[in-house]
């Protein structure tokens, strides 16, 4: 099957991560995804199911990521882009946000800036150290659900997560020429839960911004039981790797030429 090149699930594959479809809080280091089919699901945390001899690895401090504010993505095609701003306004409302689809309806291409970028992690060496020198609870039914290699299953380990405060928005006509935009109908469909600046001239740049930061992006190592021992296995950033319970990816999410194993 052809790896999944929808925009709205790899915005963020040339930077390194892959994408979570709805920016929230809540997303950290050392979180466990199941892939189970064609579901993946939040199960928790590693030291929730894993008992080891260390201590359970704290995430560094957030960083700011010089290198990745001020990226903007390509343009995109109308409806993509507002179903991305449409997932990032529902992680900033705390559920689903008041579509502001409406005030767009002059453009026919939207563009995406993240603003105060930060990053936070654990090394992949402290995990596998973390790993190694533990055991996994196995009765536990999800444990043996997603560790025990079942059919179609798979269990990932976050690294890292990629956070933004912010995220602008700027939108073009068919001629490449700039939009108008009816900031008025955004401002009064959102309130005052996130903050709405316009920039550019004729209204043609809106920045959304939330008072902390959500997740946008994580990086995340797949865990098997290979030969009597626990293994890692890189995961390169995909569209089959994108995040949200009701993704369906059409690929599978570790393709073998882009594992790199590790064994204890």
């Known amino acids: 099957m052809a790896v999944c090149v929808d925009p ?19 997303i950290a280091p050392l979180g466990v995804i199941g892939v189970d089919g064609d579901s993946k699901n939040w199960l928790g945390t590693l030291d929730q199911i894993w008992k080891s001899e260390l201590p359970v ?23 993509a882009g507002l179903d991305i701003l449409a997932n990032a306004l529902s992680g900033m409302f705390g559920g689903s946000a008041p579509s502001v689809s409406g005030a767009y309806s002059d453009a026919k291409s939207i563009q995406f800036e993240l603003g105060d970028v930060t ?11 973390y790993i190694a020198k533990g055991e996994l609870a196995s ?14 299953t798979q269990v990932l380990v976050v690294s890292q997560v990629l956070l933004a405060k912010s ?20 401002q009064a469909a959102l309130g005052a839960k996130v903050g709405v600046t316009v920039t550019g001239t004729e209204n043609t740049e809106v ?13 995340v190592y797949a865990i098997t039981y290979v030969g009597g021992k626990w293994n890692i296995q890189g995961v390169a950033p995909s569209g089959a790797v994108a995040f949200a319970d009701e993704d369906t990816p059409d690929a599978p999410i570790v393709v073998p030429a882009e594992l790199v194993e590790i064994r204890f």
Do not use: C
Request: without cysteine.
């Open 119 to 129: 990053v936070s992690g654990i090394d992949p060496f402290v995990i596998g150290n």
């Open 207 to 219: 920045t959304y911004e939330n008072a902390v930061p959500l997740v946008f992006g994580f990086q």
């Open 57 to 79: 690895p704290v995430p560094a401090p957030q960083q700011a990521a010089a290198k990745i504010t001020g990226f903007r993505t390509s343009e995109l095609k109308l409806s």
């Open 8 to 26: 709205k699930l790899t915005y963020l594959n040339d930077l390194g991560y892959s994408v979570l479809r709805l920016p929230r809080q809540g």
């Open 139 to 152: 009765h536990n039914p999800f444990v043996q659900r997603y560790f025990g290699g079942a059919k179609g």
């Open 167 to 186: 995220i602008k928005v700027s939108a073009k006509r068919d001629d490449n020429k700039s939009a108008n935009v009816n900031v008025p109908a955004i």
